[in-house]
C-alpha cells in the first residue's frame, strides 16, 4: 500500500503542479506477485493508480522498462493512446490475479468471488484500451501470456517501442549536461 499511496500522491500533485504538462509514468514492476507466485499487493491497488491515471488533466504517459506484469501490465495500457511504449528489452505479461486464501471454506469462497471480480475488471480494463472483446482478454489471461514490446503493440496494450534517445517521450533535461 505505501507504494500505491506515494504513486498516487505523485500523480495528484502533478495534476496541481501543471495542468496540461504530460506526465510520464516509467513502469518496472512485477505486478502483485512475485515470480514464485507469492503475493506482494492487491489488484485493488493498481486499480487505485489507474483510476487517478483517469481522473487527472494531464496525459499520462507509459513506458515499460524491464518488466510490467500482471496489474502493472494493465496500467501499461491505461496509459494515453498514442503514448504507451516500452523500451526493446522489457517484457509484458498478462495473467491472471491469484488467490492465496487459506482458511475457513466460506471465507476461502467469500476470497475466490473477489478474485473473479479482479480478474473481470482488469480484463475489462485491459480491453477497453486495446480495443478488444472482453472475451479476448480473458482467454489471453487464462493463463501466463508473455509479449515482447513489438507483440505488445500487436496486442494493442502499447503504442510503440522506444528504440533509441529521439524516440523518447520526454528529453530529461539532465541529458544535455552529459
Do not use: W
Not at 473481470?120 to 501466463?144: F, H, N, S, W, Y
Amino acid at each position: 500500500p505505501a507504494v500505491t499511496e506515494l504513486v498516487i500522491a505523485e500523480l495528484l500533485y502533478l495534476n496541481y503542479e501543471s495542468t496540461d504538462e504530460p506526465i510520464t509514468m516509467y513502469i518496472n514492476s512485477s505486478g502483485t506477485t512475485t515470480a514464485n507466485g507469492q503475493s506482494v499487493g492487491f489488484e485493488t491497488e493498481a486499480f487505485a493508480i489507474a483510476d487517478v491515471m483517469k481522473y487527472v488533466r494531464p496525459p499520462v504517459h507509459t513506458c515499460a522498462i524491464g518488466q510490467a506484469f500482471g496489474a502493472a501490465a494493465m496500467l501499461l495500457s491505461q496509459g494515453k493512446r498514442g503514448r504507451r511504449s516500452a523500451l526493446p528489452n522489457a517484457t509484458i505479461l498478462l495473467n491472471q490475479p491469484r488467490s492465496q486464501a487459506r482458511g475457513q471454506a466460506s471465507d476461502i469462497a467469500i476470497r475466490a468471488r473477489e478474485v473473479a471480480h479482479n480478474r473481470r475488471t482488469t480484463c475489462e480494463l485491459i480491453a477497453q484500451a486495446c480495443a478488444k472483446p472482453v472475451g479476448t482478454v480473458m482467454d489471453d489471461c487464462k493463463r501466463v501470456k508473455y509479449l515482447q514490446p513489438h507483440e505488445a503493440v500487436e496486442y494493442g496494450l502499447i503504442d510503440r517501442v522506444l528504440e533509441n534517445e529521439s524516440s523518447l517521450p520526454v528529453k530529461p533535461s539532465f541529458i544535455s549536461q552529459l
